[in-house]
């Protein structure tokens, strides 16, 4: 670590980690409530409505913050001078949290708007404005006072500030309903298929390049074609949710075409990525730093591109939508892409803020929670899958009313609550791992000469 500002990323993460958690824990609340039946006074002061916006809401800031805190780490080492105002970058840490805190509560005493992901109200809603200016002022001038720009910089910024103006968006209430869905997808599509995306790719080709060393300019010349791909397949894919919205027909052909190309940048990641692992001049450790991105990239293409994929043409969704079957889709994909990629750029930072000579840290704990959170999130998801599929069946092939439907499903969601177990111990390993990272005890002499193999094979 080279500039002292890079230090702020330290807080932005420790907050991000507390709340991984407590949103996990939300989420087993969530299967709950499914297969067992709560007494009804319960349900009156504490409904699943309040339950999911907390859990979905807390997931979203979690992963914000994450990116914001690796944003403060990456940008003074690419512009190559210190963050241009790091007080704002507390003042801004200080009211997201605060933001956070006020919605929790407030959705506990019915302070919604009510749209799922978009539940925080108008004032709270201006707070993120505020604070989202202070992040990007903070990052554009120090840029601007650097004046120089890297690939990778301009990536991170680019998705950083198109997903500022997306919220805007998602702000407005809309008296018309399917006018006001309609534009609920610029933020919640074109948040995760478009500027996050971005965001991830940027954060990916810094790490490969500073853990690899492989040359900036075969990074950036392929994070510009990802990019462009992204973006191309992902605007357009927008149509894959306006279907059966009230909106033109020509969507049903929009969507379907361009959101089934959408899985193409996201292979492209895996190939660079393991293209460069070959070319590396480095050698692969810390391991489990490796695994985090190698397991981000694969469970990546799995949730978003592969289960994404699966009901993204109008003749499945006609049959799919809404159902279990996007539970699925949206766990594995959120966790494999951003999940993941927040707690690789971590492993990677963490060490580095705390002087750990060299980057390396005792990875010992740390592989227990990435394999017990792995396995977790991808039985959860398979269960899900199932029950979607279930339901699919029952409902939209067999007619059964929606009640009816969900008597069997209820198994099915006892499945993933299990695995969600699995899951929440698997996350809370991980974050005390992350919090508590130490030095590594040295290995013996014969492990390290078989480590050094490894790295020159
Ligand atoms: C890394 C961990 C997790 C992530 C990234 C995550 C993400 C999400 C997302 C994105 C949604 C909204 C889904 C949609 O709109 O289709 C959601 C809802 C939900 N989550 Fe999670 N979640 C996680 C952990 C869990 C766990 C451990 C459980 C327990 C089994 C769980 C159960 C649920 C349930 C039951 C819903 C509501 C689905 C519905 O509306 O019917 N989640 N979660
Ligand atoms: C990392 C990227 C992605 C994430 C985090 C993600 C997450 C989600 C979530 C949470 C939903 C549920 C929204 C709701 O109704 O509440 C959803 C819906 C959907 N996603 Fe994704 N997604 C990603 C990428 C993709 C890709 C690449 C495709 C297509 C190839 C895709 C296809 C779909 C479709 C078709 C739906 C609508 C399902 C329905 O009609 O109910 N997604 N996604
Ligand atoms: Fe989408």
């Known amino acids: 670590m080279r500039y002292q500002t890079q230090r702020l990323a330290y807080p932005y993460f420790v907050v991000a980690l507390l709340l991984f958690p407590l949103q996990v824990l939300v989420g087993l609340w969530l299967a709950a409530n499914y297969f067992i039946t709560m007494p009804q006074g319960l349900v009156d002061v504490f409904p699943f409505a309040t339950a999911r916006a907390i859990h979905t809401n807390l997931l979203v800031l979690w992963l914000l913050l994450g990116f914001m805190g690796a944003t403060f780490y990456v940008i003074p080492e690419e512009t190559g001078r210190e963050l241009a105002w790091p007080r704002l970058a507390v003042i801004q840490l200080a009211l997201l949290a605060g933001t956070g805190v006020s919605a929790v509560v407030g959705f506990l005493f019915g302070w919604t708007q009510g749209r799922p992901l978009l539940e925080i109200p108008l004032p709270l809603d201006l707070v993120v404005v505020a604070a989202a200016l202070m992040f990007l ?4 001038m120090t840029a601007i006072r650097a004046r120089r720009w890297t690939a990778t910089q301009g990536a991170l910024l680019g998705g950083l500030t198109f997903l500022a103006l997306l919220y805007l968006f998602g702000i407005p209430f809309y008296q018309n309903a399917a006018i006001d869905w309609y534009y609920w997808w610029f933020v919640i599509h074109l948040w995760v298929e478009g500027a996050w995306e971005l965001i991830v790719a940027a954060l990916t080709a810094f790490m ?13 010349k392929w994070l510009y074609v990802e990019l462009g791909v992204f973006l191309f397949t992902g605007v357009a894919g927008t149509g894959h949710h306006y279907y059966w919205l009230g909106t033109p027909a020509y969507w049903l052909w929009v969507g379907g075409i361009f959101s089934a190309l959408e899985p193409l940048p996201i292979v492209l990641m895996v190939v660079d990525t393991f293209r460069f692992v070959r070319e590396s001049r480095a050698p692969l450790q810390p391991r489990l730093t490796w695994i985090y991105i190698v397991g981000g990239v694969l469970l990546h293409l799995v949730g ?7 009901h993204t043409l109008p ?5 799919t939508h809404g159902s279990q079957v996007t539970v699925s889709h949206g766990h594995l994909a959120f966790f494999g892409a951003y999940v993941l990629l927040n707690l690789t750029f ?9 002087s750990l000579p060299g980057g390396a840290y005792d990875q010992r704990a740390g592989h227990w929670g990435f394999w017990l959170m792995s396995a977790g999130v991808v039985g959860m998801s398979l269960a899900f899958a199932v029950g979607g599929v279930l339901q699919t069946y029952l409902e939209r092939v067999g007619g059964q009313p ?4 969900a008597q069997p499903i209820r198994f ?3 499945v993933a609550f299990v695995h969600g177990l699995v899951v929440l111990a698997g996350a809370t390993v991980a974050v005390v791992h992350l919090l508590r990272l130490r030095a590594p005890v040295p290995p013996p002499a014969t492990e390290r000469a078989a480590g ?3 790295a020159v094979a």
Request: charged fraction near 15%.
């Open 137 to 140: 002022g903070n990052v554009a």
């Open 208 to 220: 490969l390049m500073k853990i690899t060393g492989v040359d900036r300019r075969v990074v950036e």
């Open 304 to 310: 978003a591109g592969l289960f994404g994929f699966a």
């Open 315 to 319: 003749q499945i969704n006609y049959y």
């Open 346 to 354: 971590m492993y990677f930072a963490l060490p580095r803020l705390r």
């Open 402 to 405: 929606y009640m009816i439907a």
């Open 412 to 414: 099915w969601i006892f």
């Open 452 to 454: 050094a193999t490894v």
